[in-house]
RNA sequence: GCCUGGGUAGUAUAGCCAGGUUAGUAUACCGGCCUGUCGAGCCGGUGACCCGGGUUCAAAUCCCGGCCCAGGCGCCA
């Protein structure tokens, strides 16, 4: 059997000729699809039988009369999402209003499928949590296709934007032996009868590698988060596309480097996903650089003014954040902001305050369409002052050193960010749920399938 | 982890407050009808009260515990 790859990198045979999308319109072609059964209708003589794959919806139509009896038998015998292999013929005249019509000469059926578990054509919509026990067969939805078509886009046009602007891919390790960053909790693991942990976040092997000299790097990995959250915008593994760079003056440069990054993600989306959007009805438009930023301690007073009260020093609640959102929104028509400058008292010892009024860290948020997106800023490089912050965090210096002693040996000034993926996805498709933009999501309730 | 609401056929729901006939409906599935369907239509059929305990003559319904889910909060990407 010869075997040859199409120009897009399909092989071509037995089994398939074209992907449905391909097939050309001229009468007579001959071409050989594979796909999941959709439909089967029995209509008088006639017998439909719809087939999908991943480019569209093919309809198979037989004449009873006119059509082999074997024929017939097997199309009638079909059952939805039969996986089927069909050689047909472009009709001279093309009725079906739904996808591209073929007048079958040959079915293959190459399985059967039993009744299927949950409802996939929205007809008597399944809730997530049991579509997510039949993940395999409700990623079938083309809706699913199309969410993850946005994402692989997102990641392509950040990874492609960091590659032109010569920041070098690397990868961290995603098992660490010291539970060493303050804030979330992490998952123990047995590393041949020591303890060990997966990172929370890939942020300190990151700042190693500018004391490295590596200058600008990139990461795209997961991370995990041992927190009992239920909530629909959090998992317990999730991907960041994280940043780290080298010779900053300050945070806003890290700001201007993250507004860039974001933008060529939704660019591209727009670019290359105009069908996958319009499928899912989702509206997207680019926000005009540079984008706002608020400021702490200012952000109290806006929120006063909103009527929300925050003690001064305190953290954002997740009210302020939605506050703050509509007042971006109406004051700089933006879907995307800044948060800078956070209290050092909320903030982990790793990051740089301002020296003037060490009250506030050059910390900065991404929050887009109301969710926060990403967390970053400048870090301390200075070894006197970050030993001074793990002890202000009332930390164990011993627990730290060795991530700490590093910088006694020369650091360049420095700052990054993670964005998260998923949120990010979320936030471009509006999912009501983050577990919807996740293949096989992890929560505290779900690690299978 | 806390608060509120929930768990009924494969799926999605009604019934629960006011305990008592064959637990209703839609969809899926099976069978039949229909001269082109395209969210097809019409007729017939199969199929369910989360688990454990308690109250009662009698529990899907009331009470207690467990497991699980949704939303909100906290934590965060």
Known sequence: MTRLLTPRGLVRDVKRTHEIAEIPEEPGTTVRIAGFVENVKEVGRLVFVWVRDRSGIAQLTLRKAEAPEDLVRVAKSLNTHDVVSVVGVVPERREAKVGIELIPKE???????ERLPIDVTGAAATQLDTRLDWRPIDLRNPRNLAVFRI???????MTEWLESRGFVQVFTPCIIGAPSESGAEMFEIDYFGKRAYLRQDPQLHRQLLMVAGFDRIYEVGPSWRAEPSHTPRHLCEHRGCAVELSYISDETDVMRVEEE???AGLKRVLEERTRELEALG??????????????FPEIYEILSSMGKDIRYGDDLDRESERLLSQYVLEKYKSEAFFINRFPFAVKPFYVMRVDEDPTWARSIDLVYRGLEMSSGGQREHRYEKIVEQVRLKGM?????KWF????????PPHGGFNIGIERLTMAVVGASNIREVVLFPRAPERFMP
């Open 261 to 263: 990054l974001f933008i």
């Open 404 to 411: 700490t002693e590093f910088f006694r040996y020369g650091a």
């Open 151 to 157: 994402q692989q886009s997102l990641v392509r046009g």
């Open 282 to 295: 989702v509206e997207l438009e680019v926000p005009r650089t540079p984008l706002p930023e608020l400021r």
């Open 107 to 113: 079915v293959e059926v190459l399985s059967r499928a």
């Open 396 to 400: 164990n210096p011993e627990s730290v």
